[in-house]
């Protein structure tokens, strides 16, 4: 989900509750460059203005750095935990951390989450979880999900987003949202079969969106942002219909199969925003990638993937730390070589974002660089409305009915 959803959501949301809602969708450009008041933090990533997504780039980007064995500052990771208000949720920034969270500082799901698996990964900060973890549990709603902020009707990106950070901190997977998601799967003789919902419109109508999808098809599957390859399908690359109540495998599967559908033609997804030309989406096309991946349907997320390597530098480099990240993601997701993508090293140019690593990190990666630079290619096993895009479904996606 890119900052510019971001920005769009939290204005929306703003108009509705009075607070911001998910993660950035696309319609307010990428964050502003800061105002002459504002002093960016000295650990924090990116260096644009961090009101909307602070929390968020900031999690995305360590997890990253985790993710492809680098050790982040010490710096960059106290900024994040820092920012946790005593219950142990997240605002999407704080300009002042040490002032207590009062009513006035909107908390939500999504930076928490984020945060979550972040400081969970790169460890130390047991306590820190433990909190933010118990804030998320007591935040689920009666139908077994979760929203953007507390209180908020459930939807699936929040939910998708939280069920990979309670996973990520331990807890079981089968918190699957007790069939929530399968019910907001459309079945596959549908239009849009096999997608997800963002939530039912006001009649309790679904509509298929690619950025739920995605997010729902992780929050099945109990898998993060940085989720790996699964097993390619025994079944074969299909989306299936059941009598039978759908299981999260089935919701995976079938999402997994949208996903492969709406890539196949152009190799990417599209931006459909009221008002603009469709124009290519990268953040949610990379998202897209890590899903089906996750699945194990690396055979028809090799199209998109392609593409992204092919055109998704230029958006990650003015959009910042995130879309580094996230292509990391869907790189790790593929097992391919994100210091390798399309001939850009992602890792040194998501490190130039931020706090220099430790150390020891550099050295490392001085080290995995010379080994990719000879015959052998080291492959990672274990990831603005810029030109009108976003950052996919890890920034936008709570924005509701976005169409694919």
Known sequence: ???????????????????????????????????????????????????????????????????????????????????????????????????????????????????????????????????????????????????????SPSDTNSTGVVIGALAAAGESPAVAADGLLAKWSIPCDEAGGGGLAYQPDKKGKLAANADATAAGVLGVLGKGFAAPAGKAPAEGYVCANSDKALTPADVARNGAAYLADATHDQGHLVSTLAGAKPQPDYGNTADAVVAMAAQGWTKPARKPYAWLEAHAVPWAKQSGPAAYAELIFAAHAMGADPRDFGGTNLVTALNATGPAPEAAAEHTEEK????????????????????????????????????P
């Open 1 to 151: 989900m890119t900052v510019l959803r971001r920005s769009a959501a939290v204005l929306a949301a703003t108009a509705v509750i009075g607070a911001a809602t998910p993660a950035m969708t696309a319609t307010a450009a990428d964050d502003p460059s800061p105002s002459a008041s504002t002093v960016l933090p000295s650990g924090l990533f990116g260096s644009t203005d961090p009101k909307y997504d602070g929390v968020w780039r900031q999690s995305l980007a360590l997890l990253a750095q985790h993710t492809v064995g680098v050790t982040p500052a010490v710096k960059a990771v106290d900024w994040l935990a820092g920012q946790q208000c005593a219950n142990g949720s997240y605002a999407m920034f704080r300009a002042e951390p040490t002032a207590a969270c009062d009513a006035k500082v909107t908390v939500d799901t999504n930076s928490t989450a984020a945060a979550v698996q972040a400081l969970t990964a790169v460890g130390g900060h047991d306590d820190a979880v433990g909190k933010a973890v118990t804030w998320l549990k007591a935040q689920r709603n009666k139908d077994g999900g979760w929203g953007y902020t507390p209180g």
């Open 368 to 403: 995995q660089e010379k080994k990719s630079s000879g015959t052998s290619v080291w492959w990672i096993v274990g990831t603005g409305l810029v030109a009108g895009i976003g950052i996919g479904f890890l920034f936008s996606g709570r924005r509701k009915q976005r169409q």
